[in-house]
């Protein structure tokens, strides 16, 4: 069994990518669940295997504590570690894989109990962002950056999927020389610092609506059964 958190930030498609996803999985012959841990979404297009809706409201907790959505979800994943019966329910959830689809908040996850949490339910991240997230080769530095630091961070394998590539445009540079000064200037030593991170790590590029780049994203996930510790 692998458990693959589904992290990034609101409206990149981690739900709509699960769903799809899923079902291209089941017809490679793997079992699928996926667990909802979303507890402000108002409309799921999976039957959720655990969904912590069951023990939480985002709402209620926004009003009752009187917090924006950001505090609330943090409150909510710091209750959630320690609510004996809910991670009793999210544990006993078995498939090949199991995804845990989470609430469209990056920085949940870089804070103590989102982190944790990772730490706890996961084997396997994907963070996942869409196309204008990847516009440029800058945009794909700051990616890879992002990911070292997540490692860091849960100690867990993190592949970076970008969603939505049908939307994905290509820009050319308009002449061969690149004047490197200002952000120009930070990203080239971000290249160097993450080049050793650049040889084995790559950006996969999906689409959830037309069902593209699945192979490659299917591929990464069982390449890394090894790093996660299934050599099955």
């Not at 963070?127 to 490692?151: G, H, P, T, W, Y």
């Amino acid at each position: 069994m692998l458990r693959i958190a589904l992290i990034g930030g609101g409206g990149v498609g981690k739900s709509t990518l699960a769903y799809a996803f899923s079902s291209y999985c089941r017809k490679q012959g793997v079992s699928v669940a996926i667990a909802n841990l979303d507890p402000g979404c108002k409309h799921i297009k999976y039957t959720p295997a655990f969904d912590v809706r069951k023990y939480y409201s985002l709402d209620k907790i926004m009003r009752s504590a009187e917090l924006g959505p950001n505090g609330a979800l943090k409150r909510i994943h710091n209750s959630l570690l320690s609510n004996k019966k809910a991670m009793k329910e999210l544990g006993a959830v078995e498939s090949d894989f199991v995804f845990i689809d989470t609430a469209g908040s990056l920085e949940l996850f870089l804070t103590e109990g989102g982190a944790d949490f990772l730490e706890q339910s996961a084997d396997l991240v994907l963070f996942v962002c869409d196309n204008e997230a990847a516009q440029s080769e800058d945009d794909m530095v700051l990616l890879k950056a992002i990911n070292a630091i997540q490692r860091l961070k849960y100690c867990l394998p993190t592949l970076t999927v970008i969603n939505k590539g049908d939307l994905l445009t290509r820009r050319k540079q308009k002449n061969g020389q690149t004047v490197l000064g200002g952000m120009a200037a930070v990203n080239a030593h971000l290249r160097a610092l993450l080049s050793e991170v650049g040889k084995r790590e790559r950006l996969l590029v999906v689409s959830a609506v037309e069902r593209r780049g699945f192979g490659e994203l299917f591929d990464a996930i069982n390449e890394s059964k090894c790093e996660c510790g299934d050599l099955e």
